[in-house]
């Protein structure tokens, strides 16, 4: 009777409390990002970019040797020091029996302000969400 009322309190408790498995593992999809910025506003960029990924519910960012979605942000200067031109790439890497082949994604250029930074970071995984992502199950062989 007491094992009883133990098992019937735990399972109360763990419907009221749900936890994680402690083996379950990570479902967000992981970015490579890569700074190839030669500008401080392009490396604003990157480093927004950086916080809203470690911020994110749908992204993280990538362990060492894992399938991912690699993120390149360049930058130079453009004809104001208030503005950069930059260039964003998307590629992924997908295992041959020759070795890892590098796919292209897609990629944007333009040109942005100190200002709209966060902004441009945030389209940048707007799309990666709405876009990239489809891409990227489809040469992995991953579909949810």
């Known amino acids: 009777m007491v094992?009883?009322?133990?098992?019937?309190m735990i399972l109360v408790a763990l419907a009221i409390f749900p936890m994680a498995a402690p083996c379950q593992?990570?479902?967000r999809i992981?970015?490579?990002?890569?700074d190839q910025s030669?500008?401080?506003?392009g490396a604003v960029f990157s480093q927004q970019l950086k916080a809203l990924v470690k911020n994110s519910t749908r992204f993280r960012l990538a362990k060492e040797n894992e399938p991912n979605i690699t993120?390149?942000?360049?930058s130079g200067t453009a004809s104001s020091e208030?503005?950069?031109?930059?260039?964003v790439i998307w590629t992924t890497t997908i295992k041959t029996a020759q070795g890892a082949l590098p796919v292209y994604?897609?990629?944007w250029v333009g040109v942005m302000s100190p200002a709209h930074a966060r902004k441009d970071a945030e389209d940048v995984l707007d799309?990666?969400?709405?876009?990239?992502?489809e891409r990227f199950r489809d040469l992995s062989g991953e579909r949810q």
């Open 3 to 8: 094992k009883s009322r133990i098992s019937w």
């Open 25 to 27: 593992s990570d479902q």
């Open 30 to 34: 992981p970015l490579d990002l890569r």
């Open 38 to 41: 030669q500008e401080e506003i």
């Open 71 to 74: 993120i390149t942000v360049g």
């Open 82 to 87: 208030f503005l950069c031109a930059y260039t």
């Open 105 to 107: 994604l897609d990629y």
């Open 127 to 133: 799309f990666t969400n709405k876009t990239i992502v």
